[in-house]
Structure formats: structure tokens, C-alpha cells
């Protein structure tokens, strides 16, 4: 029996030809080698056609628009020109681990639960640090309440799953959280504890040209994820919950009204069982002790360790011990 074949999909835009060059040569040289590698330029201005073709490799299907059609509608259009098994996505600026692709194929072959894997991550280019991606499944459910828990060019997916499930094609941005937010109930997520994606940061990203959309969009996807706790979520609390997951300061008053919307949350989830409980105290903890601390580095003071998600509170490394740099015995 054979290797399984994958569909690896990538969609370019006016990428630089060298960084360009990096995302395609870090697929051509994967360990594992029985792949389709489709791209489609998006109507470039550059010409991405010549540096294509230089390549000389017959895995790869160059597919070149007439028109800009954006991200959403090329992953689409490349899922149906498709004939893999598992569909692999991958970025024009990115670059792949080279055993990323073999990784991923051997943790769905053994995982026949598992509908969508990730990996962890490096981030290039304007930051460099680790991205760490929760594994569990439950806790993956749970963290799509806060935002996207999966690093989208990192993903390896069961074509069998996109057939009725294709990207929204309504969704310019955002379109991989607004997938998850539908897969997540018809199958297992989980992230390969590995970096086995090299994930460029820049200010010229789609999501940062678009901020405005973009916010709109993932309050919309959130309030549909906190709809399955309760219907009744505000306005006001879904923009306290987006601005606990950015880097801006909370009042000591939103802090005190995140908590108590937290543990209502809590109590709530235990009649609709919706969400792991313990997976969503963990997610909402992390969530609020990460809001404390920006908040306190911010603006001084100590940290108000009187706010805790109820009934345990799960310490993570934003601890009044690690804020100031030694141990309180």
C-alpha cells in the first residue's frame, strides 16, 4: 500500500521572489515526498509564472487568476482542484519544517479521531519567538471562545471533512476561525507539540490591512461560540472579551466584570455542557490571569490576586512571583 497522497495549497499575492522562494523550497525538499503542490497566483503584479516554472517540479499544479479573487476563494478553488487525502496548507512568506508534512501525515494515520492537526510554531521576520498551540481537543474548543487556537498555515486537514465543509467564501478575513467555529463540533482538533512552522510576521499581513473587518468579523464568529454557553451575551461583554485577548489595559473595573462574567459563564456551561468544564476554566483563567498582567505592568500597583476563576484557578506564568522577578515563600 502506498503513500498517501496530500494536497499541499498555497495562494500567492505580490510575494517577494526570494521569501517566495523560501516557502516553495521548504515544501519541494519535505521528507515526505508523495504531494501535489498546488499555488495559485492571485493575479500578481510580479511575475510569478517564470519563477514557477524554473523549478522543473512536475508535484507542482500552477494555477494563474485573471482576476484578484483574495484568499478565501483560492483556498476553495484549490480544494477542488484537489486529489489528496489530506489537504496541507501552507503560506507564501512561511517556511516548513522539512519533516512537518511527514509529521503530520503519520499523526492522522494514527489518530483516526483527529479531523485537523496543527503544529506549534516560530515566528520571523518583525518578532521572533515561540508560539505555543494548546493540544488537546477540548481545550482547543474552549480557547476558540477567546480567539483562533490553530496557526492557520500550520494545518493539515481530512479532504473528506472539506467536502461539506468549505471556507466561507463571505469571510475575506478571518475564514480560517470561521471554519473552526464549524468544525469543532463535527471532529477532533488538535497541534503537534513541535515548531515545525516558521511564521512570518509583518506589518503587510492581510488581517492587519483589514483590522476593521477583521475585528468585526471574529465578534461575530466569538458570539456564536458563546451563544452555545448562553444567548444572552451583550455587546459590551464580547468587547470586554476581545479586549482581554489583546495587549490593552483593563480598568480595575473591567477586570472585576471579566471575572464575574467568567465564573456566570461557568455555572451556565454546567447545564448545556457545551464545553469541557475543566478545559474551560483553564481557558478562562489563562485568559484573565494574561489581562491582570498587562493591566498591572501598565499601570503598576500589584497584581489583584483576589480575581479567580471559580472553583480552581488555573496559575499560569503570569504569576505576582514572576512579576517582580522572585519568590514569595
Not at 514557477?52 to 512536475?58: C, G, P, R, T, V
Not at 471533512?161 to 475564514?175: D, G, I, T
Not at 461560540?225 to 489583546?246: A, F, R
Amino acid at each position: 500500500m502506498g503513500k498517501k497522497l496530500v494536497s499541499i495549497i498555497m495562494s500567492v499575492y505580490n510575494t517577494e521572489p526570494k521569501i517566495l522562494d523560501q516557502a516553495i523550497k521548504s515544501i519541494l525538499n519535505q521528507t515526505y515526498k508523495n504531494f501535489e503542490f498546488i499555488i495559485i497566483d492571485d493575479n500578481s503584479d510580479e511575475n510569478i509564472k517564470g519563477q514557477i516554472e524554473s523549478y522543473q517540479d512536475a508535484r507542482i499544479l500552477f494555477i494563474q487568476n485573471k482576476e484578484n479573487l483574495g484568499l478565501t476563494k483560492n483556498l476553495n478553488k484549490a480544494i477542488e482542484l484537489s486529489n489528496g487525502c489530506y489537504i496541507a496548507r501552507m503560506d507564501a512568506d512561511d517556511i516548513s519544517h522539512e519533516k512537518r508534512i511527514e509529521k503530520q501525515v503519520t499523526f492522522l494515520n494514527n489518530n483516526s479521531k483527529v479531523g485537523i492537526v496543527g503544529t506549534n510554531a516560530k515566528s520571523i521576520g518583525i518578532s521572533q519567538k515561540k508560539i505555543k498551540m494548546y493540544s488537546e481537543h477540548q481545550d482547543i474548543k474552549a480557547q476558540l471562545l477567546i480567539n483562533s487556537p490553530m496557526i492557520h498555515p500550520s494545518i493539515m486537514i481530512r479532504k473528506s471533512l472539506l467536502n461539506e465543509n468549505m471556507y466561507n467564501e463571505s469571510y475575506r478575513v478571518a475564514q480560517d476561525y470561521e471554519l473552526w467555529s464549524r468544525l469543532i463540533w463535527k471532529t477532533e482538533f488538535s497541534n503537534i507539540q513541535e515548531e515545525l512552522l516558521f511564521y512570518r510576521l509583518h506589518e503587510k499581513q492581510v488581517s492587519n490591512k483589514r483590522t476593521k473587518d477583521h475585528n468585526y468579523l471574529i465578534q461575530d464568529i466569538r458570539k456564536k461560540m458563546w451563544s452555545k454557553i448562553s444567548q444572552n451575551i451583550t455587546s459590551d461583554e464580547l468587547k470586554l472579551i476581545k479586549k482581554s485577548s489583546s495587549a490593552a489595559a483593563l480598568s480595575e473595573k473591567e477586570l472585576e466584570t471579566l471575572n464575574l462574567f467568567s465564573n456566570v459563564m461557568i455555572e451556565k456551561n454546567l447545564i448545556s455542557l457545551n464545553y469541557a468544564n475543566e478545559s474551560l476554566i483553564k481557558i478562562l483563567s489563562k485568559n484573565l490571569d494574561r489581562a491582570i498582567y498587562i493591566s498591572t505592568k501598565t499601570k503598576g500597583g500589584f497584581p489583584k490576586r483576589k480575581l479567580k476563576i471559580k472553583p480552581k484557578h488555573y496559575v499560569n506564568r503570569f504569576t505576582i512571583q514572576k512579576f517582580f522577578g522572585f519568590l514569595i515563600r
